[in-house]
């Protein structure tokens, strides 16, 4: 099973930006998914997770309202909607697997999760 992030690139400060994570194997939909950034000299942090029935669970009380998550079963596929982009959002974003089809609560660990994508590029600049 694996997960691959799409979907990054440069937008504009007050732009928005959906990534997607593509999972593949026929059992990937039964887990939750997570969302997590690592900004240039920061840790990796935990933004959101969507559970199996699309329950979102936030991790950062920063981004919620402005970060959200949808998922698509039929495409094994989980979104990422990122709106009101500030240069600050500029990261390398992941997606990971959760280990059951709830997700686990606040704060974000890495070692709640099984598996990780590749991370995308998001570049926030004017």
């Known amino acids: 099973l694996q997960l691959v992030e799409s979907g990054g690139g440069l937008v504009q400060p007050g732009g928005s930006l959906t990534l997607s994570c593509a999972a593949s194997g026929s059992t990937s939909d039964y887990y939750a998914i997570g969302w997590f950034r690592q900004a240039p000299g920061k840790e990796r942090e935990g933004i959101l997770c969507i559970s199996r029935n699309s329950s979102i669970t936030n991790y950062s009380d920063s981004l919620k309202g402005r970060f959200t998550a949808s998922r698509d079963s039929a495409r094994n596929a989980v979104y990422l909607q990122m709106n009101s982009l500030k240069p600050e959002d500029t990261a390398v974003y992941y997606c990971?697997?959760?280990?059951?089809?709830?997700?686990?609560?606040?704060?974000?660990?890495?070692?709640?999760?099984?598996?990780w994508g590749q991370g995308t590029q998001v570049t926030v600049s004017s």
């Open positions: 990971a697997l959760g280990w059951a089809s709830f997700c686990p609560g606040p704060p974000a660990r890495e070692e709640d999760f099984s598996r």
